[in-house]
């Protein structure tokens, strides 16, 4: 099997980054560089007998449009690699928007929640980043949470993320948890897919976890229930920001003007508006 091959392979099962792809799967299973490979990609590729083996069930498998992140079991996220099993959404480049501005904003030894937290990405890059920061995340689903965890422990080492197992629409569990501690920021990247919107996505996307992708409805019914939670956890000059679908930044404005916050909008690398977010009055 040569580098070559695997290329036409995934070209011709409609995979769009064939080339990329490709390269990705032969470093992760055979240990070499990309540049190396492309230099050899007409020449067999060497490893041991079970590298090879897994590289070509992993082909197949991405073939079968199961998403690359998902074989290889890990993806990168702000400048962290991250551990991602089909028990949790994919971290994704958009995303950072979000986590940067977190990062950005809030202020020293200031106080941060990560809501739907996922594989932790969020959270554990602000807990990197800013170490001066203290941070929790909630997560609904137990094995969603085994995932946060464990990208906690190996990136972290430590304990410094406060996980908690609650539904972040939960008003009550909100306040169970937290009891009246404010925050200088809180983030949330929630299923915002419509119900519509699935039923035209790639294939891959049907392998991720549909609740955390997708409320079954409109896009907009878990920001519009935090939006009516959470800025009460706000410390004066705490900012809430959720990330949004790119045609969504006008609704999610108006949500926040229906609960008598005034709200920005920024927009993705693509030029997409992605985050919005208000700020607390000082």
């Known amino acids: 099997m040569t580098l070559n ?73 702000m400048g962290l690699t991250f551990n991602v099993t089909p028990d949790c959404l994919i971290p994704r480049a958009d995303t950072e928007l979000l986590c940067g501005l977190a990062i950005d ?9 990560d809501l739907c937290t996922g594989s932790g990405c969020i959270a554990i ?11 929790s995340a909630l997560e609904k689903y137990p094995a969603t949470l ?3 965890k464990r ?27 937290f009891g009246g501690e404010k925050f200088d920021f809180i983030a949330v990247n929630p299923p915002y897919v419509t119900a519509s919107e699935m039923e035209q996505l790639e294939p891959e996307l049907a392998r991720e976890p549909r609740h955390a992708l997708t409320d079954e409805g409109d896009g907009l019914s878990l920001i519009r229930e935090m939006i009516h939670i959470y800025p009460v956890f706000l410390s004066s000059g705490g900012i809430f920001a959720v990330e949004h679908g790119s045609t969504q930044g006008e609704a999610v404005r108006k949500l926040f003007f229906e609960a008598g916050h005034v709200s920005t909008t920024l927009r993705d690398l693509s030029g997409n508006e992605r985050v919005t977010f208000m700020q607390a009055g000082e």
């Open 5 to 77: 091959q695997i290329i036409i392979t995934l070209a011709d099962a409609g995979i769009s980054e064939a080339t990329n792809e490709a390269c990705i799967l032969a470093s992760h299973f055979t240990g070499k560089s990309t540049a190396l490979l492309l230099c050899d990609r007409g020449e067999e590729l060497t490893a041991d007998t079970a590298s090879l083996e897994a590289l070509a069930d992993a082909v197949q498998r991405r073939v079968l449009r199961e998403p690359l992140q998902y074989i290889i079991g890990k993806w990168d996220f």
């Open 146 to 148: 085994a995932v946060a």
């Open 151 to 177: 990208n906690a422990k190996d990136i972290l080492g430590d304990g410094r993320v406060r996980f908690v197992e609650a539904d972040a629409t939960s008003h009550l569990a909100a306040f169970g948890y």
């Open 125 to 135: 890059s602000m807990a990197h980043h800013r170490p001066d920061v203290d941070v």
């Open 105 to 113: 904003k809030t202020p020293a030894g200031g106080r941060f929640l």
